[in-house]
């Protein structure tokens, strides 16, 4: 074999050897779980970044079926590997609101504490995206529910933002602190706008439960020892 014949099967080894992890990007996208599964068995390294920065496992958990991401999990992708912006899956499956896989994620070891650039945690993106179950889901996998991020927000700063009810419940039932200030020196209260919904609950919140009083219906009926 001549050398010129020789150098271009080198470069064509080299060229399909390279691609394989863009083809398996592409498969991801498009949602095509057989060649996803045969990309992989092709030999796609499961956790190269597309020309974006996104991981295969961070693109199926924001968009792809259950199917795409338990065979991703399956090769042994890394479930807290990070984008080029630092974004994990579990950020990305929280954002889309995917609860079905962010469960898959949390039982496959992802990192509920887990913090992208700007220091947010997934539970910060379910408050952002009004997702009380998704949050009680977290907070179950180990989520600290006071966890600040750049502006030194917590989640419950940001449910009170967004007027979400079910996030704040969720939030205040495990003990989030009503007293927490961000870099603003603003508590969640503070950050209550004209008929926010969660005035009543955070008022009732820091009130506490209300302590019963004795009434004279229900005196001591022991009679004195004459």
């Known amino acids: 074999m001549s050398a010129l014949p020789m150098a271009l099967a080198v470069a064509l080894v080299a060229s399909s050897a390279s691609a394989a992890p863009f083809d398996l990007v592409e498969a991801v996208r498009d949602n095509d779980v057989a060649r996803v599964a045969e990309a992989i068995d092709g030999g796609a390294d499961v956790d190269a970044p597309g020309a974006d920065g996104y991981r295969p496992l961070q693109i199926a958990a924001h968009q792809c079926s259950s199917k795409v991401v338990a065979r991703l999990l399956a090769a042994g992708a890394a479930v807290d590997a990070r984008s080029a912006s630092g974004t ?5 499956a929280v954002q889309a609101g995917r609860a079905a896989v962010v469960e898959a994620l949390l039982e496959a070891g992802a990192d509920a504490k887990a913090r992208n650039q700007f220091r947010a945690t997934p539970l910060h993106v379910a408050a952002e995206i009004r997702r009380g179950d998704i949050a009680a889901t977290l907070l179950a996998a180990g989520a600290q529910v006071d966890a600040r991020n750049e502006h030194e927000a917590t989640p ?3 449910a009170v933002e967004v007027g979400c009810v079910d996030v704040a419940e969720v939030l205040i039932d495990a003990g989030a602190d009503l007293n927490a200030t961000n870099a603003r020196g603003a508590s969640p209260q503070d950050l209550l706008s004209e008929g926010n919904p969660l005035a009543a609950m955070l008022r009732a919140a820091r009130e506490g439960p209300a302590v019963p009083t004795a ?6 009926t022991t009679q004195p020892t004459p």
Do not use: F, G, N, V
């Open 215 to 220: 009434s004279p219906l229900t005196a001591p």
């Open 156 to 158: 419950l700063h940001i």
């Open 88 to 92: 994990t899956a579990l950020h990305m």
